[in-house]
């Protein structure tokens, strides 16, 4: 069976850090490739992931709130009983492996990111080869 899952978005506040079990949870936004019918805009999708280990200390010391992210993982289902006696159901992402999105060259959520002093070059589209 296979279950992998890849998900591109913001965090959307900083990781909770669990240092002594070392554990860390937090929310990716994701956003949807088409707009909603009714207002015109884009809506986004929350995704609840939790990571364990050496994957959640990195997560905790190098992404913030509003950072960029890539996460691959795994889907995981469960449910538990809340205080009311209610049985609730939970969807996690489960993560294994994590990236910086930079992808529009935005690097100011990154730590110890170094600014570039290097113009874009200015290339013009007679000097490209295609």
Not at 37 to 52: H, L, M, P, S, W
Not at 88 to 117: H, I, K
């Amino acid at each position: 069976m296979l279950n992998n899952v890849q998900i591109q978005g913001r965090l959307t506040k900083t990781p909770e850090y669990n240092q002594q079990n070392q554990v860390v949870h937090f929310t990716v936004a994701c956003q949807r490739s088409f707009k909603n019918k009714q207002t015109g805009e884009y809506d986004a999708d929350f995704i609840r992931c939790v990571a364990f280990g050496q994957r959640a200390n990195f997560i905790a010391q190098h992404f913030n709130k509003g950072s960029r992210m890539i996460v691959v993982g795994r889907w995981q289902t469960g449910s538990y009983t809340d205080q009311q006696g209610n049985r609730v159901f939970t969807n996690d992402l489960v993560v294994s492996d994590t990236e910086f999105d930079d992808a529009r060259g935005d690097s100011s959520n990154q730590p110890n990111s170094q600014p570039s002093n290097n113009a874009e070059p200015d290339i013009q589209d007679s000097d490209l080869p295609f």
